[in-house]
């Protein structure tokens, strides 16, 4: 179909301001208008048609046949006008700039069936084609109108997992809110987010205390501690309590509006499959064009001047580019809108042609392969006097199984021997700390109240109880410290750590599936690394040791992806064949890589190969089936066997075939993200604040 890969309509990006306004609805204006188009179009061809063969194959009179060649011809005049000046904008526009494209072949066969049409009209010598001109026209335009659309579904796409961003309440001088568009805040301003909300702005938090879920942004499964200082992100989730950001940056300069505009980069940056495609493309349409002049030329002397010119037209309009000017960028941005699902941002429609040929799939230990979830690996209790451990331990249990505390699933796992019953009698959520909670022992009838959350949060620095207790844990910096207060006394300090990531162990089986072998870099002791079940377990690896390795394995023939979050990742992901940086991480791993990740289920990874390898497939047989369409159409219409109508109807039926095996690639798309497992809310402390 007619969309060059050269030469579409104005970039995407030039029609938007800021990521909210780029989702456009089905409802749009424009695009309705275009839709619009092309059905007036698609009437006036079908009908056309069918006139023009009733006139074919009818005994009428040489009157009705001009009044009937004159309403086909005012028909073809109102296609030309609905569609002609963008065909022909288009076509100038990458002509000057150098190009040949086929906007080009579309005119040729415009021109010729609108020349051949007029001479049998004038003459009564032969047939009129007026019909094929409106054909040609919804063809191009049907084209460009899936091209857009596919170039907007991938950048609405970046945005379908971060709602409610196009508004904010803004505090006045006096403190009062009001609401505003996202494009009106500032830096510096100060916006107020209510309890259950998305925050709209990035920026550092001015009053309040909360726990923030930054799954959407960051990957992390944890809801953090918000406090006074610490950074928050545009599209992440106020929990339990209010907070006011002020702004850090404008309401077009977030986070959010850079992955926008990452994406919009990765639709205008052609992959190498493409750009070797639209150099294909340039030799494609002068040789068709030779073709029809040699076949002109040649049935001229042959037959006749009406039969060459017949015979030529149906060499032009045979023709189908499609493949070259439509299949190859439709099926690359139908897999950067899935990939963008998903959060994987890639930078470059090339890194879906890069990764769809890896053969080795490395990945960094902590951070990266590890999950959120917490399991407790040390515990203290140092209960009250006459309190029984089990007694203590049985408190926390059922207060966490009530709320959903930080550390709920930890506790949860904990086994007591002996359980005393336990009556929760008021439960109160502490925004940003944990929770407190007055409770009941059924065994002796005695009340107590119990907090438990955040260490740091819940001890005063100079409690030397406190400080006794927690230094019978000695904290690595990538645990936290949980700890509970009986009456105002501490009693409990626990030193909790992440496990491999849930999704690892089916992730690992489907990346075997694919063919690919796994390796897990690691800083870390072996004893903590083998258990991740890679095929192999390179530990205590210095950032150097990494890049080396993934340099030597390029150096034999391999095609490595390495996924990491750190900064000692970054080389690594540098010199990998495809980088993917965990945004949950350091902000350098993430820039260094060729895709941005704003995930974390490590199912992600292969599901992201098989999309790529089924788009570069879907790209490959596109031009393998259209090469084989080419040569026998276009020997077959040289061969004088074909009528001008039939070409265009078998060009426009093989322009469909195209289309749809590069937009099946979309898929069931929506029903994958529907089926998507939920985000988990579980909690931690923020590791550093500002």
């Given at each position: 179909?007619?969309?060059?890969?050269?030469?579409?309509?104005?970039?995407?990006?030039?029609?938007?301001?800021?990521?909210?306004?780029?989702?456009?609805?089905?409802?749009?204006?424009?695009?309705?208008?275009?839709?619009?188009?092309?059905?007036?179009?698609?009437?006036?061809?079908?009908?056309?048609?069918?006139?023009?063969?009733?006139?074919?194959?009818?005994?009428?009179?040489?009157?009705?046949?001009?009044?009937?060649?004159?309403?086909?011809?005012?028909?073809?005049?109102?296609?030309?006008?609905?569609?002609?000046?963008?065909?022909?904008?288009?076509?100038?526009?990458?002509?000057?700039?150098?190009?040949?494209?086929?906007?080009?072949?579309?005119?040729?066969?415009?021109?010729?069936?609108?020349?051949?049409?007029?001479?049998?009209?004038?003459?009564?010598?032969?047939?009129?084609?007026?019909?094929?001109?409106?054909?040609?026209?919804?063809?191009?335009?049907?084209?460009?109108?899936?091209?857009?659309?596919?170039?907007?579904?991938?950048?609405?796409?970046?945005?379908?997992?971060?709602?409610?961003?196009?508004?904010?309440?803004?505090?006045?001088?006096?403190?009062?809110?009001?609401?505003?568009?996202?494009?009106?805040?500032?830096?510096?301003?100060?916006?107020?987010?209510?309890?259950?909300?998305?925050?709209?702005?990035?920026?550092?938090?001015d009053r309040g205390e909360a726990f923030v879920r930054e799954a959407e942004m960051t990957g992390e499964h944890f809801a953090v501690t918000?406090?006074?200082?610490?950074?928050?992100?545009?599209?992440?989730?106020?929990?339990?309590?209010?907070?006011?950001?002020?702004?850090?940056?404008?309401?077009?300069?977030?986070?959010?509006?850079?992955?926008?505009?990452?994406?919009?980069?990765?639709?205008?940056?052609?992959?190498?499959?493409?750009?070797?495609?639209?150099?294909?493309?340039?030799?494609?349409?002068?040789?068709?064009?030779?073709?029809?002049?040699?076949?002109?030329?040649?049935?001229?002397?042959?037959?006749?001047?009406?039969?060459?010119?017949?015979?030529?037209?149906?060499?032009?309009?045979?023709?189908?580019?499609?493949?070259?000017?439509?299949?190859?960028?439709?099926?690359?941005?139908?897999?950067?809108?899935?990939?963008?699902?998903?959060?994987?941002?890639?930078?470059?429609?090339?890194?879906?042609?890069?990764?769809?040929?890896?053969?080795?799939?490395?990945?960094?230990?902590?951070?990266?392969?590890?999950?959120?979830?917490?399991?407790?690996?040390?515990?203290?209790?140092?209960?009250?006097?006459?309190?029984?451990?089990?007694?203590?331990?049985?408190?926390?249990?059922?207060?966490?199984?009530?709320?959903?505390?930080?550390?709920?699933?930890?506790?949860?796992?904990?086994?007591?021997?002996?359980?005393?019953?336990?009556?929760?009698?008021?439960?109160?959520?502490?925004?940003?700390?944990?929770?407190?909670?007055?409770?009941?022992?059924?065994?002796?009838?005695?009340?107590?109240?119990?907090?438990?959350?955040?260490?740091?949060?819940?001890?005063?620095?100079?409690?030397?109880?406190?400080?006794?207790?927690?230094?019978?844990?000695?904290?690595?910096?990538?645990?936290?410290?949980?700890?509970?207060?009986?009456?105002?006394?501490?009693?409990?300090?626990?030193?909790?750590?992440?496990?491999?990531?849930?999704?690892?162990?089916?992730?690992?089986?489907?990346l075997r599936n694919l063919g690919l072998s796994t390796i897990v870099m690691t800083g870390d002791i072996e004893q903590r690394a083998k258990?991740?079940?890679?095929?192999?377990?390179?530990?205590?690896?210095?950032?150097?040791?990494?890049?080396?390795?993934?340099?030597?394995?390029?150096?034999?023939?391999?095609?490595?992806?390495?996924?990491?979050?750190?900064?000692?990742?970054?080389?690594?992901?540098?010199?990998?064949?495809?980088?993917?940086?965990?945004?949950?991480?350091?902000?350098?791993?993430?820039?260094?890589?060729?895709?941005?990740?704003?995930?974390?289920?490590?199912?992600?990874?292969?599901?992201?190969?098989?999309?790529?390898?089924?788009?570069?497939?879907?790209?490959?047989?596109?031009?393998?089936?259209?090469?084989?369409?080419?040569?026998?159409?276009?020997?077959?219409?040289?061969?004088?066997?074909?009528?001008?109508?039939?070409?265009?109807?078998?060009?426009?039926?093989?322009?469909?075939?195209?289309?749809?095996?590069?937009?099946?690639?979309?898929?069931?798309?929506?029903?994958?993200?529907?089926?998507?497992?939920?985000?988990?809310?579980?909690?931690?402390?923020?590791?550093?604040?500002?």
């Open positions: 179909m007619g969309a060059s890969s050269n030469s579409n309509e104005p970039r995407v990006g030039s029609e938007v301001a800021s990521p909210p306004a780029c989702v456009c609805s089905d409802s749009d204006p424009v695009n309705l208008a275009d839709w619009w188009r092309i059905g007036v179009g698609a009437v006036i061809a079908v009908n056309s048609m069918m006139v023009s063969v009733a006139v074919d194959v009818s005994d009428v009179s040489e009157v009705e046949r001009s009044v009937i060649y004159g309403i086909l011809a005012l028909l073809a005049g109102v296609a030309i006008a609905l569609f002609g000046p963008r065909l022909t904008a288009n076509a100038v526009r990458e002509l000057r700039n150098g190009h040949l494209t086929i906007e080009a072949m579309f005119i040729a066969g415009i021109v010729a069936a609108m020349c051949a049409s007029a001479v049998a009209a004038l003459t009564g010598v032969g047939d009129a084609y007026f019909e094929v001109v409106a054909i040609l026209l919804v063809v191009y335009s049907l084209g460009q109108q899936l091209t857009r659309q596919a170039r907007d579904r991938a950048l609405r796409s970046t945005l379908q997992w971060m709602p409610e961003l196009t508004r904010c309440q803004v505090l006045d001088d006096e403190g009062s809110p009001h609401e505003v568009l996202i494009d009106e805040v500032k830096a510096g301003d100060l916006v107020r987010v209510e309890p259950g909300s998305t925050i709209a702005v990035d920026g550092i938090v918000k406090r006074v200082g610490s950074k928050v992100w545009a599209g992440t989730h106020c929990l339990d309590a209010m907070l006011v950001v002020r702004a850090t940056v404008g309401g077009g300069e977030r986070r959010v509006d850079k992955i926008v505009e990452a994406v919009e980069r990765a639709c205008n940056n052609p992959a190498r499959i493409q750009s070797q495609v639209d150099r294909v493309a340039q030799l494609f349409l002068p040789i068709v064009a030779l073709i029809a002049l040699v076949t002109f030329v040649l049935w001229g002397f042959i037959e006749s001047w009406t039969v060459a010119l017949f015979n030529s037209m149906a060499v032009l309009l045979i023709a189908c580019p499609c493949a070259l000017g439509l299949a190859t960028p439709l099926a690359l941005w139908a897999a950067l809108g899935r990939l963008a699902n998903r959060g994987l941002l890639v930078r470059g429609a090339d890194a879906i042609e890069r990764l769809a040929q890896i053969d080795i799939a490395a990945f960094d230990k902590t951070g990266t392969l590890t999950d959120s979830r917490t399991s407790i690996l040390e515990i203290f209790v140092e209960p009250p006097e006459g309190m029984a451990r089990d007694t203590l331990l049985t408190m926390v249990r059922h207060i966490e199984k009530a709320t959903n505390h930080p550390i709920a699933d930890a506790f949860a796992r904990l086994e007591i021997r002996e359980e005393d019953k336990v009556e929760i009698l008021e439960l109160h959520n502490q925004p940003g700390v944990g929770v407190d909670a007055r409770v009941r022992l059924s065994t002796n009838d005695t009340e107590h109240k119990l907090r438990i959350g955040v260490l740091d949060s819940l001890f005063a620095p100079d409690d030397q109880d406190a400080r006794r207790l927690t230094e019978r844990i000695k904290t690595p910096t990538q645990d936290h410290r949980i700890a509970a207060l009986l009456d105002d006394r501490p009693v409990l300090v626990a030193r909790v750590s992440e496990q491999l990531h849930s999704s690892w162990g089916e992730s690992l089986v489907e258990p991740s079940g890679a095929d192999r377990v390179l530990a205590m690896m210095s950032p150097e040791d990494k890049r080396e390795e993934v340099e030597r394995l390029i150096g034999e023939g391999h095609r490595v992806l390495f996924v990491g979050d750190g900064v000692n990742d970054a080389s690594a992901l540098a010199v990998s064949h495809v980088g993917v940086g965990l945004t949950s991480g350091a902000e350098l791993a993430a820039e260094v890589g060729d895709i941005a990740w704003y995930g974390s289920d490590l199912l992600t990874i292969p599901w992201a190969i098989s999309v790529s390898r089924e788009a570069l497939s879907t790209v490959r047989g596109s031009l393998v089936l259209a090469l084989a369409y080419n040569v026998v159409g276009l020997t077959v219409a040289a061969a004088g066997w074909l009528h001008p109508v039939a070409a265009t109807l078998l060009m426009t039926c093989s322009s469909l075939v195209v289309t749809w095996r590069s937009l099946t690639i979309l898929g069931d798309e929506q029903e994958e993200i529907e089926a998507s497992p939920p985000t988990t809310t579980e909690y931690r402390e923020e590791a550093s604040t500002p």
